[in-house]
Each structure stands twice: as C-alpha cells, then as structure tokens.
C-alpha cells in the first residue's frame, strides 16, 4: 500500500508540474495570489476562534489585501492596498490600445488579457482568438516587423511555450526590428489608456501600473513594454512643452 500511495503521489506531482508549466503565466499569477488570499483569510479565522487576534488581525488585513478588498480604504489607509497589488491605481479607460498594419491589439488592465484583431489582409475583422497557433504562424510571413512583434507578444501570452515548440525559423526566429515612426500624443494617452489631456501623475500612475503588468513573469513583452515607455515619455515631453 506503501508503495501504491508513492507511485499515486509521484503521478500527481508530475501532472501537477505539467499543468503549471503550460499555464499562461498572468493567469497562474493571478491564481496563486487568489489561493494565498483564500489560506490567509482561513487561517486568521482560525487564529481569531482561538483568541490570538494579535496574529489574526494582521493575517486577516493581509489576506483581504491579496483578494483586492481594503477594508481600511474608507478609513484613510487607501495605500495598505496597493502593499498588496489590490489598489493600484488604474486609468479611466481600463485598457491600452497598440496598432500596426495588420493588428489592433488590446491589453487589459484589470486582467492583464491581451486581445487582438486583424485590421488589413484576407482575415481583416477578425479576432485572433478565432485561430489555432499553426494558422497565426502561418500569417507572418505577410506582416510587418511591427504587426510581428505585436502577434508574438499575443503568442507569448496565448500559448507560453510557443517559442519552443516552433518548427524553422519562420517565426520563433523572427529578429527583425520593428521601425515605428514618432509616436503621436494621440497614440501616447492610447497606449496608456488615459483620456486626453491627463495630468502627469496620471500619466506616471498608468505607466506603473502598465508596467507591471508586462513584468515577465506575469507572461509581459519586452516590445509593449517598449511602446509604454514610449508613451510616457511621449506624453511628458509634451507637458514640459
């Protein structure tokens, strides 16, 4: 019996491994963060039965700060939060905004999804999600270095091991640099998903919180997080003007 119960638990560490390996990382992340905050929470319960609030109540607050709920926001602590990921400020709109030829993609901000849609060529209007990975490999001969680069950071996120299973050098070897002209102010607050005419905190707030979003290990890209520096620098030396 001994035996069976190790070979069982050797199955079920390796599938687990499997699964983790193949997971978009935004998500794992996300998950991992959402299961801490659940433990947390259960074990503050536990210690505060026992009459250890001391260690509860702290347990508790850090708990509901994983989860993304302040309680002591209303209190005048609305920064506890953001020691937690859970109150970080957001731009208005929600989402950013990044085009090329071929692509319009979209980052949003609470969930860190990126979603894209194909504006030029046969497939023009629709969604990159409608293809499998062979049927948008198989489009990058057709596109630009910009609308490359913007579709591999879509595969980056879709299907995390997408460079290593790639077969030739058709597009996992692709290394041409992408040659975007000046960026407009008007393309800047999209990139960052602020309204016209934000402030410079707003502008800094954005880029932050953009930025860690494109963190690698939240599954980012190096090129998106280029154009989001771009943006705020776009855009700040607009206001020094």
Do not use: C
Request: charged share 15%.
């Amino acid at each position: 019996m001994t035996l069976i119960a190790g070979v069982i638990a050797v199955i079920t560490l390796y599938l687990l491994l499997q699964m983790f390996r193949s997971a978009n990382p935004a998500v794992l992340a996300r998950t991992i963060k959402f299961g801490g905050g659940v433990v947390a929470l259960a074990v503050a319960a536990f210690t505060g039965l026992r009459g250890e609030l001391a260690v509860a109540i702290p347990l508790g607050l850090f708990g509901a700060g994983l989860l993304g709920w302040t309680p002591l926001a209303n209190a005048g602590f609305g920064n506890i939060g953001g020691l937690f990921g859970g109150g970080a400020a957001r731009s208005p709109n929600q989402s950013s905004r990044v085009r090329s030829q071929f692509l319009d993609m979209r980052l949003d901000h609470e969930s860190g999804q990126l979603s894209g849609e194909i504006v030029a060529g046969p497939h023009a209007g629709r969604s990159l999600d409608e293809f499998d990975l062979a049927s948008l490999l198989a489009m990058v001969p057709a596109f630009d270095a910009e609308s490359v680069a913007l579709l591999e950071s879509y595969l980056d996120r879709r299907f995390p091991a997408w460079r290593q299973n790639a077969q030739g050098n058709a597009a996992g070897g692709q290394r041409r640099t992408p040659s975007s002209g000046k960026m407009t102010a008007e393309e800047a607050y999209q990139i960052l998903g602020l309204q016209p005419g934000a402030g410079r905190d707003d502008i800094s707030r954005a880029h932050k919180s953009l930025m860690k979003k494109l963190h690698p290990d939240q599954g980012g890209s190096t090129y998106l997080a280029a154009r989001v520096n771009e943006a705020k620098d776009t855009l700040l030396r607009t206001h020094n003007g």
